[in-house]
T-cell receptor, first 112, second 113 residues
Framework: NAGVTQTPKFRVLKTGQSMTLLCAQD?????MYWYRQDPGMGLRLIHY???????AKGEVPDGYNVSRLKKQNFLLGLESAAPSQTSVYFC???????????FGDGTRLSIL | GESVGLHLPTLSVQEGDNSIINCAYS??????FIWYKQESGKGPQFIID?????DKRQGQRVTVLLNKTVKHLSLQIAATQPGDSAVYFC????????????FGAGTRLAVHP
């Protein structure tokens, strides 16, 4: 039972490069989320999806795009990476209703 | 603005002692609260949750207390063990908000032998 799987686990980019982070869940969950976590801080919501084909902005969406073409996958894209996007990115999913979110182990992204 | 915060950034305890981690929230419309544990290099791991119609909930070695009057949440860990060392986050969910979590900054718990 894999749960929530994020790929890649680590990546270093140069400013201006593009990148796609993949989140896959095998729990048939409807809702999926992308967060970023900066040192010494809690997680902040970037974008989320309440179902296949739908996406919505979270707290800090600028500079990111997302897609949910398949129910089990939620992709986070950086079109032109900036040093301010250096962070740890977490994906989470949930079935329905008020339930605790299941998190992946994160993607550590450094932009030089 | 609406936020969830923590009173103490770090907490050091002796192995075997009880730990209490506190959290304040500001949105009275929140109806669901969750405590997460995050170990180094890992994603947040669910510990315990509580809904706004409750004031106490117990799990294995953990208890969450909710005081809606003062908008305060606490996590009590009994007989703290070295494996409890981690960063603990409280998070709130606004009713009708598609389960969007609002996280606090976190408290680091250090357990000493």
């Amino acid at each position: 039972n894999a749960g929530v799987t994020q790929t890649p686990k680590f990546r270093v980019l140069k400013t201006g490069q593009s990148m796609t982070l993949l989140c896959a869940q095998d729990m048939n969950h409807e809702y999926m989320y992308w967060y970023r976590q900066d040192p010494g801080m809690g997680l902040r919501l970037i974008h989320y999806s309440v179902g296949e084909g739908t996406t919505a902005k979270g707290e800090v969406p600028d500079g990111y795009n997302v897609s949910r073409l398949k129910k089990q996958n939620f992709l986070l894209g950086l079109e032109s990476a900036a040093p301010s996007q250096t962070s740890v990115y977490f994906c989470a999913s949930i079935g329905q209703g008020n339930q605790p979110q299941h998190f992946g182990d994160g993607t550590r992204l450094s932009i030089l | 603005g609406e936020s969830v915060g923590l009173h103490l950034p770090t907490l050091s305890v002796q192995e075997g002692d009880n730990s209490i981690i506190n959290c304040a929230y500001s949105n009275s419309a929140s109806d669901y609260f969750i405590w997460y544990k995050q170990e180094s290099g890992k994603g947040p791991q669910f510990i315990i949750d509580i809904r706004s119609n409750m004031d106490k909930r117990q799990g294995q070695r953990v208890t969450v207390l909710l005081n809606k009057t003062v908008k305060h949440l606490s996590l009590q860990i009994a007989a703290t063990q070295p494996g409890d060392s981690a960063v603990y986050f409280c998070a709130e969910i606004l009713s009708g908000g598609y389960n969007k979590l609002i996280f606090g900054a976190g408290t680091r718990l250090a357990v000493h032998p």
